[in-house]
């Protein structure tokens, strides 16, 4: 199997890819702290106070920037006492609300102030993920180049710049299925529904039950692995009259599931229902791109949006970006991002508020 990892660097976020034998399999977003959500990913290493044991075998202790996370073990330390401590899972995003970042001791690390003890960017640990059984490397900027092979070093495998190849994997026609959570199947469709309690996933269609269902239990684990959903998992089924049928599906299903890796999942019921319970380390694309709402993007996405469309933008004058109020001021607190943009484009960036712009806003190019 040749494997070839797309990465598309942009301001306010990495896209990558993972295609194998040509199928895209995997997608992920990876961004950096925000004010939206200071915490990083899943092996940054922290400082921490403890704050109280809540039962169970866990406490609740306080890192750097104020945030409160769930320790798991909790640590035989008393109230008040630091310890350094890894994460172990980010914090994700449900709908109304953020649950608790989950992090574990670590007692061969000292403790110093509460904040970060040490930690790699989160782009070089989704990086050195991403490429592990990678064959090749397409790049999307030429500018991506030196900080990938900085970042892997001797094992950093050939790298091509085609922008081409980026553009055909159609990451943004991806991510507005992700947002929407409407995937089209033979016959049919299927919904994606965040909630609380878990994934809520519904086959619909017309004709023939058995088919639809068919070609619903083949596509569903794809979907998961692609947009990297973790979790409980329900698939609500259209309703089909025999055992001989929902055996046919259930198998299908669990033949499907072979490219999750380490899962769960139990038989379908009588009533077309079946639950898979995955690992979750950190959010999906769907809840990266929503955050605690649901079916459209955050305040966070749009910004990030507005960048990567100026990033695109032709000309040689100053940048213009032009939105609501609300998502002005989201941008002003990301100097980064907006240096970043200004070092990539050669020019100026104004940050142009007007109440009457729609969607995510738009870029002007100021004439010289």
């Known amino acids: 199997m040749t494997t070839t990892l797309l990465w598309d660097d942009g301001p306010g976020e990495i896209r990558s890819g993972r295609v194998e034998n040509t199928v895209l399999t995997e997608f992920r977003i990876t961004r950096p702290p925000s004010p939206d959500q200071p915490l990083a990913a899943v092996g940054e290493h922290y400082t921490a106070r403890l ?20 320790v798991q073990p909790a640590p035989n330390l008393p109230e008040g006492a630091l310890f350094a401590a890894e994460m172990t899972r980010s914090p994700l995003a449900e709908p109304g609300r953020w649950k608790r970042a989950i992090i574990r001791p670590l007692d061969a690390v000292p403790a110093t102030e509460p904040g970060r003890v ?10 050195l993920k991403a490429a592990q059984g990678a064959s090749g490397i397409i790049c999307g900027q030429s500018s991506a180049e030196s900080r990938v092979k900085s970042a892997l070093g001797s094992a950093c495998p050939p790298i091509q710049i085609d922008p081409a190849r980026i553009e055909e994997a159609d990451f943004e026609g991806l991510i507005e299925q992700a947002v929407s959570g409407d995937f089209p199947i033979a016959g049919g469709a299927l919904s994606f529904e965040r909630t609380r309690a878990m994934l809520m996933i519904d086959v619909d269609g017309d004709g023939d039950a058995r088919a639809l269902n068919l070609a619903a239990a083949a596509e569903i684990p794809r979907l ?6 973790g979790g409980p998992v329900g698939i609500d089924f259209v309703s089909m009259q ?11 299903l669990g033949t499907a599931c072979t490219s999750l890796g380490q899962h769960e999942r139990t038989a379908l019921n009588g009533f077309g229902f079946c639950q ?28 990030v949006a507005l960048l990567r469309a100026a990033a695109r933008s032709i000309g040689f004058g100053a940048r213009q970006l032009i939105a609501q109020p609300v998502l002005i001021d989201r941008l002003s607190a990301m100097p980064q991002e907006i240096a970043a943009l200004r070092l990539f484009l050669g020019t100026e960036i104004e940050l142009v508020p007007d109440s009457s712009a729609t969607g995510y806003g738009s870029v002007h190019v100021a004439p010289r």
């Open 118 to 127: 040490h930690s790699t960017a989160s782009w070089q640990t989704a990086l």
């Open 51 to 70: 704050l109280a044991r809540i039962g169970n075998g866990r406490a609740l202790a306080r890192i750097g920037f104020g945030e409160d996370v769930i």
């Open 224 to 229: 998961l692995r692609l947009l990297d959903c």
């Open 242 to 252: 025999t055992k001989a049928d929902r055996a046919a599906v259930d198998a299908a």
């Open 276 to 303: 898979i319970i995955r690992p979750r380390f950190g959010p999906s694309v769907p809840e990266l791109l929503c955050g605690t709402t649901v079916g459209r993007l955050s305040l966070e996405s749009r910004a």
